[in-house]
């Protein structure tokens, strides 16, 4: 019997590993090449990352999803068909899991940001809630088989997407800006925008930083009935991530390395100065991004 274990490696060098099989121990050495694509992962303030990749159903710690001293608690599985698949974590059939980790605590600063990367299928009910973190008043994250919303204790922000698609969705609350604020954070202060793949799709002025906390903090739920879904990648942040930071966050939770590359390329829209001309625009003479070119006078600089 041969079996193959993919895994993702962020970061580069010598990375020790080892295969154990009851008393047998093996440990061998991963050399990681630098690539020639530069992602920053975000790390600081990172409360949560749990990551599905490699995980097996015949693994003995199979009901197993940690993070430091974050653990999970699993329910109704029969792992045929369910459970891990080597990339996801596949819910159907009344599965349950329950991360014990509540990101909507009440904290000083506002500050938050919640990433899941998942896949929707096969859903009966367009109602059914996939992933909650909700207290008892509504508040907090919801995402059922066509639509994810963040609910605060006075707005809302959504958005709609389809089924049998894998979607990255995260939101981001910034703090109220102070004088000692980044120029970035002076004009998000007390945003709150929810991201599709990388990309901001939507936004609302929260009227309090801190409304975005739950009065009765709650744990993360993922559970399917009437739908199946694959939970990829959860990532949880006691702060907010710039939106460069967040593209970086969709790229690095790319499975496939040409995926990964792709995107990096769409993006590396800057030239050797600094700045975005039209040759930096295209590749292979594909435009990376729609561009509007306006022609006029200046009573300055004269014709533009």
């Not at 974050?70 to 068909?81: A, L, Q």
Request: glycine share 6%.
């Amino acid at each position: 019997m041969t079996a193959s274990i993919n895994y993702r490696y962020t970061t580069y060098g010598v990375k020790n590993c080892y295969f154990k099989c009851k008393d047998i121990l093996y440990n061998f050495a991963v050399n990681v090449i630098r690539s020639n694509y530069i992602i920053d992962e975000p790390t600081s303030s990172l409360s949560l990352y749990l990551d599905a990749l490699g995980k097996s159903n015949s693994s003995s710690s199979r009901n197993s999803w940690t993070y430091k001293d974050i653990d999970s608690t699993f329910e109704n599985f029969n792992w045929t068909g369910d459970g891990w698949t080597g990339n996801s974590l596949k819910l159907f059939n009344g599965a349950k899991v329950t991360i014990h980790h509540q990101p909507f605590k009440a904290a000083s600063t506002g500050a938050l940001t919640f990433i899941i990367r998942f896949k929707v299928s096969n859903a009966v009910d367009e109602n059914e809630v996939i992933v909650s973190c909700v207290d008892r008043y509504g508040y907090g994250l919801t995402i059922t088989t066509q639509e994810a919303k963040l609910k605060t204790k006075t707005k809302e922000v959504s958005t709609k997407f389809a089924s049998g698609e894998i979607y990255t969705i995260g939101f981001v609350s910034f703090p109220t800006a102070t004088e000692n604020s980044s120029d970035y954070g002076k004009n998000n202060s007390n945003m709150c925008y929810i991201y599709v793949d990388g990309i901001i799709s939507g936004g609302i002025t929260k009227e309090e930083a801190n409304e975005i906390y739950q009065i009765d903090p709650q744990d993360i739920i993922l559970t399917a009935n009437k739908a199946e879904l694959d939970v990829y990648s959860i990532r949880v942040y006691s702060t907010e991530l710039t939106a460069d930071q967040m593209l970086s966050c969709y790229m690095l939770d790319l499975v496939d390395g040409e995926a990964i590359a792709s995107k990096y390329d769409q993006n590396d829209v800057v030239d050797l100065n600094g700045n975005i001309s039209i040759d930096s625009i295209y590749n292979n003479g594909k435009v990376k991004i729609p561009y509007l070119i306006i022609t006029g006078k200046s009573e300055t600089e004269g014709i533009t």
